[in-house]
């Protein structure tokens, strides 16, 4: 079965500071990637997405993400963080297993603070 | 164009009772998924269906749970005989092909 682990739980920065949030994921076939945001009291809205094509994506608010395929990785940046980035991050992943789109895999989300 | 809605957003129910929650797709979307969200938790998939058909739903438990998207109406997800264990915020998100748009999240509590 597909799993996504993002490796920080909880993760504190100061504004201006430079964001980079792990994701790895398990299933070696083709893939598609994406990171979620979940502001406080609102719900999940993607941030990017990866499907083919450049590995390097680049989303809204200045969010980007590379995807490695060697290393099964689909890491989150930002170059300089704002107080207003303070949110739960998702990293989720959908495979295709020759029957068509399974649903999403999520991680277990980075809770992410940013400190004026 | 309305996103994705769910009804009610917070939902008590007392042990042993029924919770039914409610997804409209957005317009013109024909897949529908559930999600469950535990304390801590990332979002675990439960179930994709397509109008009047389940496609996948290795994620929903064996009993208690069933998911319905009729041909009129929105999606249901039905949770009979709750127990505590069933509190937690279910997602519901829709899509026309492969990017998925989610709704606002029932947040249901058991007493």
């Known amino acids: 079965a597909q799993s996504v682990s993002q490796h920080n739980h909880h993760v504190i920065l100061s504004e201006a500071a430079s964001l980079e949030l792990g994701c790895n994921y398990s299933?070696?076939?083709?893939?598609?990637l994406f990171w979620y945001v979940q502001y406080p009291g609102q719900h999940l809205q993607l941030l990017l997405k990866?499907?083919?094509?450049?590995?390097l994506v680049k989303g809204i608010k200045g969010f980007e993400a590379e995807f490695i395929k060697s290393k099964f990785s689909f890491n989150l940046r930002k170059p300089s963080v704002q107080w207003s980035d303070t949110a739960e991050y998702f990293c989720?992943?959908?495979?295709?297993?020759?029957?068509?789109?399974?649903?999403?895999?999520f991680g277990k989300g980075t809770h992410l603070i940013i400190q004026p | 164009n309305a996103g994705v809605m769910q009804n009610p957003r917070h939902l008590v129910r007392r042990r042993g009772q029924e919770a039914r929650l409610r997804c409209s797709p957005m317009k013109g979307h024909s897949h529908v998924y559930w999600y469950r969200q535990l304390p801590e938790e990332g979002l675990k998939f439960m179930v994709y269906?397509?109008?009047?058909?389940?496609?996948?739903e290795s994620g929903m438990p064996k009993e208690r749970f069933s998911a319905e998207f009729p041909k009129e109406g929105p999606s249901i997800l039905r949770i009979q005989q709750v127990v505590r264990g069933d509190s937690a915020a279910y997602f519901c998100?829709?899509?026309?092909?492969?990017?998925?748009?989610f709704g606002p999240g029932t947040r249901l509590t058991v007493t």
């Open positions: 990866y499907f083919s094509g450049d590995p």
């Open positions: 989720a992943v959908i495979s295709y297993s020759g029957g068509g789109a399974d649903g999403l895999t």
């Open positions: 998100a829709s899509s026309p092909a492969d990017e998925q748009y």
């Open positions: 269906l397509q109008k009047e058909n389940i496609i996948d």
């Open positions: 299933y070696g076939g083709t893939v598609n």
